[in-house]
């Protein structure tokens, strides 16, 4: 029976997330049950990318992830893949309606990853595009279960709300992207001289699309809202962290919330948002 394989494809999904991203598999976890294996096909698709641009140096990543894309599409089309990852990803496409558009940009900016190492601030706006708001738009069409209406009124905040991870994200990660990739992500900054007046500007932007991605997390339906918030709450005390450590140590060391406090600020965001004080 092919349920058989499907659900080793979205175990496979979910043991993608896990091994990956803890934060993100708090959120999760914390989803309406059957929103869960929707949104782990979609973390796991993406980090499939994202890891052929990053980690595997030493092999041809373009012609990975020509194949990787060319499957996808395969996979969308036909209604199954023998790639378990693309499997589950191609069911939540089909069933959701995720529209073509969003998967070209999030291709887009992973092609963007294996040659440029320098933003102007047009290509920086369409690597978010591609990288962060079209996962967020992902994640609603799951969120809002097929209702068109909900969907066109919430997503200007879902992709503030990818926007300001993958901007936190890029903060956090600049050792690894500047040091180790030779990566900036940025537009006018020089990492090499990185102030605190530049700090304070990257910061103001990520506020902003925190302040705009909250509006719609208040929106939100009741099985995706207590998830959401969770990750949005978690990503906010990790820019508050950032944003209280001096540009010089951002550079040199990649700031991170231990698991300790991880489930600590899981119970706050639980109790805010029982006591409806998002």
Request: charge should be neutral; aromatic fraction near 12%.
């Amino acid at each position: 029976m092919k349920k058989i394989f499907d659900d080793v494809s979205q175990a496979c999904s979910v043991l993608t997330t896990k091994a990956y991203s803890t934060s993100f598999s708090l959120g999760i976890g914390f989803l309406g049950s059957h929103l869960r294996g929707p949104v782990y096909s979609i973390y796991g698709f993406v980090r499939f990318a994202d890891e052929i641009v990053d980690s595997f140096h030493t092999y041809d990543k373009a012609a990975l992830l020509q194949d990787f894309k060319e499957e996808t599409w395969k996979a969308i089309e036909r209604g199954i893949s023998l790639n378990p990852i693309l499997n589950s990803f191609q069911e939540v496409v089909n069933k959701y309606h995720i529209e073509k558009e969003l998967i070209e940009g999030f291709f887009h900016s992973m092609e963007t990853d294996l040659n440029k190492t320098e933003h102007s601030k047009e290509s920086y706006n369409e690597y978010i595009f591609g990288s962060a708001e079209v996962v967020g738009l992902m994640c609603l069409r799951v969120f809002v279960e097929n209702d068109n209406e909900l969907y066109v009124k919430l997503k200007h905040s879902a992709m503030k709300l990818g926007a300001a991870f993958q901007k936190v994200n890029f903060l956090r990660d600049i050792n690894a992207d500047y040091q180790v990739l030779g990566r900036t992500y940025f537009p006018g900054i020089n990492f090499a001289s990185f102030t605190n007046t530049e700090k304070e500007q990257i910061q103001a932007d990520i506020e902003a699309d925190f302040k705009e991605a909250l509006r719609g997390i208040k929106l939100l339906p009741k099985p995706a809202r207590r998830g959401v918030y969770l990750a949005y709450y978690y990503y906010r005390k990790l820019f508050l962290m950032i944003r209280n450590t001096p540009p010089e140590m951002v550079l040199n060391a990649r700031i991170r919330i231990p698991d300790h406090i991880k489930i600590g600020l899981m119970f706050k965001s639980m109790v805010r948002h029982q006591l409806n004080m998002l």
